[in-house]
C-alpha cells in the first residue's frame, strides 16, 4: 500500500512534471541483480527490466566495475578528439553482429533517425533516387520512438495527435504480411523499417517466413531491408538477434559471421536498451560501409553518442552476453516461464506471445484488466506492466535464475487464482 512517504514523491513527480507516463504507485529507491526495493524497503522481482534495458540485471558488478573505472579515467569528449574506448567498441560490435560499420548514438529513437537518414542518403547517391522522393515502408501498429518524424509513421493517434504536420515520405502496409510490402515497393523505395517481432504493439511475433520473405523482396527490388532490434536484440528473445530466429539452421551464438546462412539478415540494423548495460542510454546503427560511406563530416553526429564511458560500458555489455551465457539463459528460461504460465491453465489467460525472456500474456478484459492486473501483481511484489489494455509483458533480466524465476511465478499464480476464485 502507499503510505505518506511514497505519496509525497508521487505528488512531487505529478506537481513539477507533466502525467505523460501513468506509472504504477511504488516509488523505488534501489536495485540489485533481478530485484528492487521501494523506499519503506517492500522487495519486488523486476518483471519489467526497464522496458528490457536492464538485461544484465541491476548493477552488474562487472559493470559497475567499468562504469566507475572509466568514468573516472575519462567520461566525455565529444567526437572532436579520437578516444582510446571507441575503436574497440566498435570493433567488438560490428564483429559480433556480421556489419560493417557502426554509428553510435543514445536513444533508440535517435538510431532510428539514423537508420532513417542514412537509408535516404543511400537511396538518392547510391541507387538514384529523384531528389526529395524517397520513401519507406513501415508496419501497422510499429513502435520506433517518439521524435516528430518518427511519430509521423506511428499508427497510434495518441502519439502524433496535434504534434503535425507530420514528415512525409513514410508509407505504413500491415505487419506480418510481406506481400503488402511488395505491393508498396515502388522506384523511390529506399527501405522497410520493422520490427522483428513487436514489442510495444503487444509482443506481436510475425509468421515464421516473413522476415525470410521480407528479405527476398528486398533484395529482388534493391531496397535496404532495417530491422528495429532495440528492444528485441541482445539476447532478449533467445537468441543474439530476433530476425536470427528465421536464420535456418544457424548454430551461431554470437552473431553472423561469414559461414552462417543469412535468409534474414537485414542490411541494417538498430540497436539501444540493453546495449547500456542498465547504466545509460547506448544505441547505434548498424550496416553496410555501402550505406555507411554517405555518412561524411557534418552530415550528422551527437555529442555524447560514442561516448568514452558508453563505448567501454557497451563494449562490455556486448561481451558478457556471451562471457555469462545470458542469450542461452534467456531461451532456457523463457521457455520454462511460458510453459509454467501456460500449466496454470487459468481462464484468464487467451494467448501466450513471445520468444525468449519476453513474453505477452493476452489476457479476457472480461476477469480484468490489464492495469488492475499490473496493480495485482505489483501489491504481490511483481513490477510488471500492460502493453495495451490486455497485454502483459513479463520480461526479467536475462541474469535470472530458475529459483528466482519460480519465486515470481508463485506469485503470479497467487494472483491469477485470486482473481477466477
Ligand atoms: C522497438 C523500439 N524502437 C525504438 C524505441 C525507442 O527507444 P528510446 O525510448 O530509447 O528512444 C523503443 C522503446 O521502447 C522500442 O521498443
Redesign the pocket.
Known amino acids: 500500500m502507499v503510505n505518506d512517504i511514497q505519496n509525497n514523491l508521487i505528488k512531487k513527480e505529478s506537481i513539477f512534471g507533466p502525467d505523460n507516463y501513468k506509472p504504477l504507485p511504488v516509488v523505488l529507491s534501489k536495485a540489485k541483480g533481478v530485484w528492487a526495493w521501494d523506499v519503506n524497503e517492500k522487495k519486488y522481482l523486476d518483471m519489467m527490466s526497464g522496458?528490457s534495458a536492464v538485461s544484465h540485471g541491476h548493477a552488474h558488478p562487472e559493470l559497475l566495475r567499468v562504469f566507475h573505472e572509466q568514468s573516472s579515467k575519462l567520461s566525455l569528449t565529444s567526437r572532436a578528439f579520437y578516444t582510446d574506448t571507441l575503436g574497440p567498441y566498435l570493433e567488438t560490435i560490428t564483429k559480433m553482429s556480421g556489419f560493417e560499420m557502426c554509428l553510435p548514438m543514445n536513444?533508440?529513437?535517435e538510431a532510428?533517425e539514423t537508420a532513417i537518414k542514412s537509408s535516404r542518403r543511400w537511396a538518392y547517391r547510391t541507387k538514384g533516387v529523384e531528389p526529395g522522393k524517397a520513401e519507406i515502408i513501415v508496419a501497422e501498429g510499429n513502435?520506433?520512438?517518439?521524435t516528430t518524424t518518427i511519430i509521423s509513421f506511428s499508427s497510434d493517434e495518441n502519439s502524433k495527435d496535434d504534434f503535425g504536420p507530420h514528415t512525409p515520405g513514410f508509407i505504413t502496409v500491415k505487419y506480418g504480411c510481406s506481400k503488402s510490402i511488395e505491393t508498396a515497393i515502388n522506384k523511390n523505395t529506399a527501405a522497410v523499417l520493422i520490427?522483428p517481432i513487436q514489442?510495444?504493439g503487444g509482443i506481436i511475433v510475425p509468421p515464421d517466413n516473413y522476415l525470410n520473405e521480407v528479405r527476398e523482396i528486398c533484395t529482388k527490388h534493391n531496397v535496404l531491408m532495417l530491422l528495429?532490434e532495440?528492444?528485441s536484440g541482445l539476447g532478449r528473445t533467445g537468441k543474439l538477434f530476433a530476425y536470427q530466429h528465421s536464420c535456418g539452421d544457424c548454430n551461431c551464438d554470437v552473431g553472423c559471421n561469414e559461414d552462417q546462412p543469412k535468409e534474414s539478415k537485414p542490411d541494417g540494423l538498430i540497436l539501444?536498451?540493453a546495449l547500456g548495460g542498465g547504466f545509460m542510454?547506448v544505441?547505434c546503427f548498424l550496416t553496410s560501409k555501402e550505406v555507411m560511406q554517405w555518412m561524411d563530416p557534418g552530415s550528422h553526429g551527437s555529442t555524447f553518442g560514442g561516448n568514452p564511458l558508453a563505448a567501454a560500458l557497451a563494449k562490455r555489455s556486448l561481451e558478457l552476453l556471451v562471457e555469462e551465457d545470458l542469450i542461452e539463459n534467456s531461451r532456457a528460461m523463457g521457455d520454462y516461464f511460458k510453459e509454467c504460465l501456460l500449466s496454470m491453465n487459468s481462464k484468464i489467460i487467451k494467448e501466450i506471445r513471445g520468444k525468449g525472456l519476453w513474453l505477452g500474456v493476452e489476457i479476457d478484459p472480461n476477469y480484468v484488466s490489464g492495469k488492475e492486473l499490473s496493480k495485482m501483481c505489483l501489491e504481490a511484489g511483481i513490477l510488471c506492466k500492460e502493453t495495451h489494455e490486455t497485454t502483459i509483458r513479463y520480461a526479467p533480466p536475462l541474469v535470472i535464475t530458475k529459483e528466482e524465476l519460480d519465486w515470481g511465478i508463485e506469485k503470479i499464480k497467487a494472483v491469477f487464482s485470486k482473481i477466477t476464485s
Open positions: 522496458y536513444s533508440g529513437a532510428v513502435f520506433h520512438g517518439r520490427e514489442g510495444e528495429d532495440i528492444q539501444g536498451k542510454p544505441s
